[in-house]
Every structure is written in C-alpha cells, then in structure tokens.
C-alpha cells in the first residue's frame, strides 16, 4: 500500500492510464532572423492565449465558474508584458530560438514564485510551468495529451495534474486521480473536487510504479492506494465505494430543504469562512448565510494590512456573492496562536491570556478602525452583522459601538451609503462573556459561541498542548453547562444565539444543542448537508429527553458514552 495526501474524497477502483507528457526536444541553436523568430513567438503566444481562453470558457461550462479562474489566471500571465518582453529580450540580445526564450523565461518567473513560502505563489509557479509547456508545445507543433477520449473506470497516474490536461477530462470515466505533487490547496486538488473525482496527490514516485492498465484502489480521504489489489481489498474498497455514493445521494437530498428538526422546529444553517472566494462554496453546499468570516486571514496572507478598499472589496465580495443572506462577519482575532508578523508584536508569556483580538483592536485604532469602515461600507451590499472576538467585559463592547457609531456620523456626512440598522453582536468564548450572558443579551443584537475557545479557556487547557489534550472535551459538563447557560441567557435577553465552533458540526452534541435553543449553527461548508440530516432526525422532545440525561451526568466520559449510544 501506498499513502499520499487524499485531496478528493471518494473510492476510485479501476485501470491505470499513466498521461506521460510527448517530448517537447527542440534544436537549441544560435538563430540569425531575430524579426522572424519574434514573431513566431508572438504568434505562437496569441494562439496560446485564444486556446487558453477557450479552455476557460469550456471549464466555466464544464466545471464551475471558480474552477475557470484558474485559467484566466492563466491567460493574464500569458498577458503579462513583463513575462513577453524578457522572452523577446532574450530572442533579440541572447540570439535564442523562441523555444529556449520561452524556456528560460519562464523557468526564471517559476523559480522566482516557488522560493517565496506562500502557498499561493507556489501555485503560481506550477501556473507558470503548465503555461511554459503549453507555449512549447504550440511552437512545436505537438499535440495534447488527449484525456477526452480514455475509457470508462480509467485511474489518471501523472506526475502533476495540471488544468490544462484536467480541462479535457471527461468525468463519466475517469474514476481516479494520482499523482507525484501537488497537495490539498493545489489546483489539481480543486479541479478534481470540482469533478468530484476522488483524488489521492503527492505520492512519491508513482508514475514508475504502475502500468498502463494494472488495477488500482484510491480512497480519496484516507489516502491510501493499493496496486494491484487481491480479492480481499478490492472486494472491501468495493463495498466502502457503494456506502460513499449511497452516503453522498442521500445528502444531496438535503440541499434546497429547510434546516428542521424531525417534528419542525426550524433553525438556521451557516458556514465559516476564511477567504472571500470561500463564500462560493457555501452557495454550492446550500448553506443559508455565513455564520463566521474569520478576517484575520486576510491579513495573514500578505506582506502588509490590507488598505480599507481592499477589505470593503472582500466584505462586499461576500455579501454580493450570498446575495441578501446573513453574513456574519468577525473583526481582526490575532493574537494567541494567530501571528501577524509584520504587524511586530512582542512575544508574550501566555499569548492565549495575552494581547490579542479585541484587546489589541481597541488600542490599534489604526488597524480597527479601517476595518469597522470597511465593514460598514460594505454592509450597504447585504446582510452583513459584525461580531467582535474575544470579548471578557461590557466595556470593551460598547468601546466597539461607541467606535461605529463615530464612524457611521463621518459616512453620513459624506453620504457614503451604509446599513443604519447594522446588527452588531459577540463571539462568547471566555468564561467571563459566559457568565454574564445575561448582561450582554441586552447589549448585543446577537451572540455567537465558540466553543474552540471557551472549551479552552472553561477547562484552563491549551488547545494546542497534547499533554493536556485529554482535558480539552467540549463533552465536559463544565463546557456543556456554560453552553447552556449562554443560550438560555442569551435568548431570555433578546438575542439570536448561534455556534461557530467545531461543536456545531458535531452530530453527537445536536440534540443537546437543539434543546438547549440554539438558533444558528454554523459549520464547515462541507458539514452543512451532514448537520442538517442529523438535525432532521431528532424530535424536540427526544433531544430534550436525551439533554436532561446528559446535563446530569457528572463526567466527560459518561456524557461521551452516552451521547455515542443515543447517537443517530
Ligand atoms: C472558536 O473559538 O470557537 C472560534 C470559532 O474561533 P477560532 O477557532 O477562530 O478561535
Ligand atoms: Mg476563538
């Protein structure tokens, strides 16, 4: 057996086809006619351009509108003058054939974003790679690789699975992917997501491992491959294959229904985000609104604080993109186990205790401020509501109103259009936001629980630290009667209650959850369908009967056990 990265679930049984590049050899020799070799590039180029652009328009057809973004990628690339006037400058001084031109140049461009650490550069080198290949191959005039054509239960064995061979693939019969690069984030990995291929990535060497029609297992999740498997796995990754598909049927039976309990209580479903683009997915798994954008990623991802513009544009992107459903958007949580680097914070003793999230917020003006103003703006475009993290007293609350309030006078006096009515509530995750609920119900339009950290904090137990981690339970009746508490109070004083933390999703704590109130569950986009089946399942009265079995247990494990018995 072997194990590489699972980037698309599902089982794949069936007969390898290894997609071996044709050879892109050329005659490197000094050229006389630097006119005529220029515009054999830029003939070549043009082509190259119409061709990738063809190639997105099929994907956007095909696959999806995001998918064919990475093609368009592509075809700004190919547009870029910096990248065409370095190959035309090395046609005209280095007196090289358009092929090499093309070569070097962009071999430099490749090696120039994989040396920089971040991962979406380093998808930008393997862009620059697929585009270098597909140049190459115009001024040779070779073919493609055809993948239209392979025969059904065909496993795809390539060294990278770039989009320009994924364009071409025809989903029907291609049940599997491997390849030697490439990891969850890759393109390769979201194309064969998109095709809903199961996909196992990164396994070293595997192209000289196979051959053209030997038997292959993949189990897209765990990663595992098994070449030329016996009797007995094909037979049990068989079996495992019918339950996914079966598992997989039944959920798509939940998109487009209302998330209810068996007997018709009904409830709100949303999903976290990290990014802007993720909003896309939430959509496609029929989520009903954005429970939780985390910001701080935006500002993680880049060299510097990204400008006002810049973050109304991604607030906007969000709320365009779900298009009048509620978006809940937290402001900037840094701190704790989430570094900013160049926003040079000292390093601190307790960074879980320390300076972060809305503590540093409120005395980063020059950081919040634009933020909130970004938001504003924005909420002119949806249903956007803004939550702050982190909160432990009143005080830091109405510091962030008296802050909103301060801004909305200057948009109005710009006429800078915004929503008045802009619901503005808290994530509970400290004991102290917990215990005095109550007092916040009638201060925030809305509270959010998130029970990473008020597990964390509940229990005084690092999240991060495995000498402990028997301790960080969210089935601790101490976290369990917090939650409690905060949804009871919460609702008593008015306000909506929901749950971004990973509790949400997890089926054995939905009925307590359904009995204790909660309003809102939000959840990773590819647990909405899974949660709304298990919520469909419990009536009130038998979430409220198992509730009152759990809350009077006096030990983690006796309410894991016994939510594991009563699960369904
Ligand atoms: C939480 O603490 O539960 C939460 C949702 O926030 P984060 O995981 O970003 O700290
Ligand atoms: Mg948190």
């Not at 910096?82 to 093309?102: D, F, L, R, T, Y």
């Not at 109005?412 to 400290?430: A, L, R």
Request: aromatic share 6%; with cysteine; glycine share 6%.
């Amino acid at each position: 057996m072997y194990t590489g990265i699972g980037a698309s679930a599902g089982i794949g049984i069936g007969s390898v086809v290894v997609v071996k590049e044709p050879s892109l050899a050329y005659n490197n020799v000094a050229i006389s006619d630097v006119a005529a070799e220029k515009a054999r590039f830029n003939e070549a180029l043009e082509k190259c351009i119409a061709k990738t652009q063809a190639m997105a328009e099929d994907m956007k057809t095909r696959v999806g509108e995001k998918e064919a973004e990475i093609l368009e990628g592509h075809v700004l690339l190919l547009m870029d003058p910096e990248m065409s006037s370095q190959i035309e400058s090395n046609i005209e001084n280095e007196k090289m054939c358009a092929e090499a031109a093309v070569e070097q140049t962009c071999d430099l461009f490749a090696q120039m974003f994989s040396s920089l650490e971040d991962e979406m550069f380093q998808q930008r080198a393997t862009d620059v790679c697929d585009i270098k290949t597909r140049l190459l191959k115009i001024l040779l005039d070779v073919e493609d690789v055809d993948l239209a054509s392979v025969p059904e239960g065909t496993v795809l064995v390539a060294e990278d699975l770039t989009p320009s061979m994924t364009a071409g693939i025809n989903p029907a019969n291609v049940a599997g992917v491997l390849t030697e690069i490439g990891g969850k984030t890759s393109h390769s990995a979201i194309l064969a997501r998109a095709l809903e291929i199961p996909a196992v990535l990164s396994i070293e060497g595997i192209v000289s491992k196979v051959e053209n029609g030997q038997k292959v297992v993949l189990d897209g999740t765990s990663g595992h491959v098994f070449l030329s498997p016996d009797e007995a796995t094909l037979a049990e990754y068989t079996e495992k294959r019918e339950k996914y598909l079966e598992e997989k049927a039944a959920l798509a039976a939940f998109i487009g229904k209302e998330s209810s309990t068996a007997d018709g209580r009904v409830v709100e479903l949303c999903a976290n985000i990290g990014k802007p683009e993720d909003a896309l997915k939430v959509v496609e798994c029929d989520g009903e609104g954005v429970g939780l954008f985390r910001t701080e990623f935006l500002f993680m991802d880049r060299p510097q604080v990204p400008t006002e513009d810049e973050q109304f544009e991604a607030y906007k992107k969000v709320a365009e993109t779900l298009e009048g459903k509620p978006v809940i958007i937290r402001t900037l949580d840094i701190g704790g186990d989430k570094e900013i680097p160049y926003l040079g914070l000292g390093k601190e003793e307790n960074p879980f205790l320390g300076f972060r999230a809305i503590r540093l917020c409120l005395q980063r003006e020059d950081l919040y401020r634009p933020q909130l103003r970004a938001l504003l703006r924005a909420s002119a475009f949806g249903d956007i509501k803004i939550m702050v993290p982190m909160v432990t007293c009143v005080d830091e609350f109405r510091a962030v109103k008296t802050m909103l309030k301060e801004i909305m006078a200057e948009l109005d006096e710009k006429s800078i259009p915004y929503n008045k009515d802009i619901k503005v509530g808290i994530m509970v995750e400290t004991p102290a936001a917990s215990l005095m609920a109550d007092v916040f119900a009638k201060e925030a339009d809305f509270f959010s629980i998130g029970t990473n950290d008020l597990t964390q904090y509940t229990m005084a137990v690092d999240r991060g630290n495995p000498d402990v981690a028997y301790l960080y339970s969210t089935y601790n009746p101490a976290v369990l009667r917090s939650i409690e508490r905060v949804i009871k109070a919460g609702k008593e004083g008015g306000a909506m209650v929901g749950m971004c933390g990973e509790a949400a999703a997890d089926p054995l704590l939905t009925p307590l959850l359904l009995s204790f109130g909660l309003d809102e569950f939000s959840v990773s986009a590819t647990s909405i369908l899974a949660t709304r089946k298990t919520i469909s399942l419990w009536t009130m009265e038998e979430a409220n009967a198992v509730a009152e079995k759990a809350m009077s247990m006096a030990t983690e494990a006796e309410i894991q056990e016994y939510l594991k018995s009563v699960a369904k």
